[in-house]
């Protein structure tokens, strides 16, 4: 048996902006997904993991099926027919999969899933090589096609190389980042609301078929190649629009993740934290990504409690795609255990766990 690992990834800044072409910055974390495979010497993968029913793919017939959207056997599908294209055979597998990432909470558990089959498809195949950012653009593709998600690549990305990484997406540039908060002082935590945002995925496909709607007004697919001087110029006439202040949330959001990676890359955590509350205050005011019909509040509990908690001294913000799911929390260090104890007894033991960054991405372990 060969064990294989994905790290679950933290977002830092640059909410919905992956799926723009805008910037954004993320870290890997040291909770995420372990498998153990080997090759079965047939033509089908099949896939153990606790909580879920096998799974058995066949590589003959690796075509999106619509009776399977939002199911693992979409993602392995997916990864599969994309590495397909670039090896000389795939070979089948059993997989014995357990994960630590709570599923639809925001901590990126399809993309890790995704990447980590992605790193056993690419073990056990013939005549080729993959690379992280390749298993990542797979994994993002089959997200798309298969799965019926249109995320952006941020964290396929992030699980796939590890460490913390600001992205350019127009101009396909990678940074890898020193992100050390202890170093600063501070306490870095997610708190699970509880909630999942897997039942509105309609709303969070909405979002970036919002911002493409405003983008094609400018004769561009993605905002990220709106010159914001141009959205500027049109930016008066519709700011009661909720799609136009959703393409405002990106212009914004972009920038500041510029900035927030600029002030970790300065150990400016006042800084730093003075940015991630205007983040999170423009994903509930602008983008919108807090609640939805049917989801429950418990994400706006999460954020209003964090509010009260860490205003003037911390930050908080929506992490992910929103609507449920996790809280993400920044700040000293001697208030952990108190922000800690006050989340866990509004959302059950264990909701609060402090992050750490992981400096690796997914693949084979010792």
Same mark, same amino acid.
């Given at each position: 048996?060969?064990?294989?690992?994905?790290?679950?990834?933290?977002?830092?800044?640059?909410?919905? #902006?992956?799926?723009?072409?805008?910037?954004?910055?993320?870290?890997?974390?040291?909770?995420?997904?372990?498998?153990?495979?080997?090759?079965?010497?047939?033509?089908?993968?099949?896939?153990?993991?606790?909580?879920?029913?096998?799974?058995?793919?066949?590589?003959?017939?690796?075509?999106?099926?619509?009776?399977?959207?939002?199911?693992?056997?979409?993602?392995?599908?997916?990864?599969?027919?994309?590495?397909?294209?670039?090896?000389?055979?795939?070979?089948?597998?059993?997989?014995?999969?357990?994960?630590?990432?709570?599923?639809?909470?925001?901590?990126?558990?399809?993309?890790?899933?995704?990447?980590?089959?992605?790193?056993?498809?690419?073990?056990?195949?013939?005549?080729?090589?993959?690379?992280?950012?390749?298993?990542?653009?797979?994994?993002?593709?089959?997200?798309?096609?298969?799965?019926?998600?249109?995320?952006?690549?941020? !964290?396929?990305? #992030?699980?796939?190389?590890?460490?913390?990484?600001?992205?350019?997406?127009?101009?396909?540039?990678?940074?890898?980042?020193?992100?050390? *908060?202890?170093?600063?002082?501070?306490?870095?935590?997610?708190?699970? #609301?509880?909630?999942?945002?897997?039942?509105?995925?309609?709303?969070?496909?909405?979002?970036?078929?919002?911002?493409?709607?405003?983008?094609?007004?400018?004769?561009?697919?993605?905002?990220?190649?709106?010159?914001?001087?141009?959205?500027?110029?049109?930016?008066?006439?519709?700011?009661?629009?909720?799609?136009?202040?959703?393409?405002?949330?990106?212009?914004?959001?972009?920038?500041?993740?510029?900035?927030?990676? !600029?002030?970790?890359?300065?150990?400016?955590?006042?800084?730093?934290?003075?940015?991630?509350?205007?983040?999170?205050?423009?994903?509930?005011?602008?983008?919108?990504?807090? #609640?939805?019909?049917?989801?429950?509040?418990?994400?706006?509990? $999460?954020?209003?409690?964090?509010?009260?908690?860490?205003?003037?001294?911390?930050?908080?913000?929506?992490?992910? $795609?929103? *609507?449920?799911?996790?809280?993400?929390?920044?700040?000293?260090?001697?208030?952990?255990?108190?922000?800690?104890?006050?989340?866990?007894?509004?959302?059950?033991?264990?909701?609060?766990?402090?992050?750490?960054?992981?400096?690796?991405?997914?693949?084979?372990?010792?």
């Amino acid at each position: 048996m060969t064990k294989f690992f994905c790290p679950g990834r933290t977002e830092l800044a640059g909410n919905h #902006t992956d799926h723009q072409k805008g910037r954004a910055m993320a870290a890997a974390v040291d909770t995420g997904v372990y498998a153990e495979a080997e090759p079965n010497g047939t033509n089908v993968i099949s896939v153990f993991s606790d909580g879920f029913e096998p799974l058995r793919v066949d590589l003959d017939k690796l075509w999106p099926d619509e009776s399977e959207i939002g199911t693992p056997a979409a993602l392995v599908k997916g990864v599969a027919a994309t590495l397909a294209e670039s090896a000389e055979a795939l070979n089948g597998f059993d997989a014995y999969v357990v994960s630590h990432i709570p599923v639809g909470r925001g901590m990126s558990s399809s993309a890790a899933f995704s990447v980590l089959i992605g790193c056993i498809i690419g073990e056990f195949a013939e005549g080729a090589f993959f690379a992280p950012e390749e298993i990542a653009k797979a994994a993002r593709k089959a997200e798309n096609r298969w799965f019926g998600k249109p995320c952006g690549l941020l !964290d396929q990305m #992030t699980c796939a190389m590890g460490g913390a990484i600001y992205i350019d997406f127009l101009h396909s540039k990678i940074v890898h980042m020193d992100c050390n *908060f202890e170093s600063l002082g501070l306490a870095l935590c997610l708190t699970d #609301t509880g909630g999942s945002h897997a039942a509105a995925l309609k709303e969070y496909a909405r979002i970036p078929a919002d911002m493409s709607e405003v983008a094609q007004t400018f004769g561009v697919q993605w905002l990220g190649k709106v010159r914001p001087s141009d959205f500027e110029e049109e930016w008066p006439k519709h700011k009661q629009d909720p799609k136009w202040m959703r393409a405002r949330h990106f212009f914004d959001e972009s920038l500041r993740a510029a900035s927030m990676a !600029d002030a970790l890359g300065l150990k400016d955590g006042r800084r730093y934290m003075e940015l991630m509350n205007a983040s999170g205050r423009s994903s509930e005011t602008l983008l919108r990504n807090i #609640t939805a019909p049917g989801v429950g509040d418990e994400l706006a509990k $999460g954020l209003s409690t964090a509010a009260r908690m860490l205003e003037g001294v911390g930050a908080w913000r929506v992490h992910g $795609g929103g *609507f449920a799911g996790c809280v993400q929390a920044l700040m000293p260090q001697d208030l952990f255990e108190p922000y800690k104890a006050c989340m866990d007894d509004c959302f059950g033991p264990g909701a609060c766990q402090r992050i750490k960054i992981y400096p690796k991405g997914a693949g084979k372990t010792i």
